[in-house]
T-cell receptor, first 116, second 113 residues
Framework: NAGVTQTPKFQVLKTGQSMTLQCAQD?????MSWYRQDPGMGLRLIHY???????DQGEVPNGYNVSRSTTEDFPLRLLSAAPSQTSVYFC???????????????FGPGTRLLVL | QKEVEQDPGPLSVPEGAIVSLNCTYS??????FMWYRQYSRKGPELLMY????GNKEDGRFTAQVDKSSKYISLFIRDSQPSDSATYLC?????????????FGQGTELSVKP
């Protein structure tokens, strides 16, 4: 299994440009999330999904869109990039069972985004 | 005020030392508590999780939760240079909440040989 994969690894955008950060997992996990990590702020939840076709907002959703058409993929779209969206973005997935809560998430390697 | 507070460090210790990492939180509804380790330029990886109050041990790592004080700790015994990383505490209010975690800021740990 490749686990959680993210592309691109690094991206530079100009203010106002749009782009999509890709996230895929091959573990058949039901739950997927997007976080951003900023210095001194820890990780903050942007959007999450509990299954294909179901998404919801996290702590900092403004400026981002998501959709989940398949179990495997959970892309994050930046509609009109702003310098405040300069960050490292992590995608995570998880599943639940009798002994494993959803919160035991598997994280991808991250995408570093710089908005000029 | 942030829901979860964690001293960002950096914390530097000699090899073999016992390391204590801590988080405090303000929301008494938190029930599940996790510790993640993050190496430089990598994604976080789960170290341990605990439910409600109590201790949990896994090898050199011990997680403690004191809900009455709203305080959680991670102890690392016989610390190794390979333990050098950022340690993030995380919490959630309800079991199976779709991956909605609240993270602390992370503590950067350096273990010197």
């Amino acid at each position: 299994n490749a686990g959680v994969t993210q592309t691109p690894k690094f991206q530079v955008l100009k203010t106002g440009q749009s782009m999509t950060l890709q996230c895929a997992q091959d573990m058949n996990h039901e739950y997927m999330s997007w976080y951003r990590q900023d210095p001194g702020m820890g990780l903050r939840l942007i959007h999450y999904s509990v299954g294909a076709g179901i998404t919801d907002q996290g702590e900092v959703p403004n400026g981002y869109n998501v959709s989940r058409s398949t179990t495997e993929d959970f892309p994050l779209r930046l509609l009109s990039a702003a310098p405040s969206q300069t960050s490292v973005y992590f995608c995570a997935s998880s599943w639940t069972s009798g002994t494993n809560p959803q919160e035991t998430q598997y994280f991808g390697p991250g995408t570093r985004l710089l908005v000029l | 005020q942030k829901e979860v507070e964690q001293d960002p460090g950096p914390l530097s210790v000699p090899e073999g030392a016992i390391v204590s990492l801590n988080c405090t939180y303000s929301n008494s509804a938190f029930q599940y508590f996790m510790w993640y380790r993050q190496y430089s330029r990598k994604g976080p990886e789960l170290l341990m999780y605990t439910y409600s109050s109590g201790n949990k041990e896994d090898g050199r790592f011990t997680a403690q939760v004191d809900k009455s004080s709203k305080y959680i700790s991670l102890f690392i015994r016989d610390s190794q240079p390979s333990d050098s990383a950022t340690y993030l505490c995380a919490m959630s209010r309800i079991y199976n909440q779709g991956g909605k975690l609240i993270f602390g800021q992370g503590t950067e740990l350096s273990v010197k040989p």
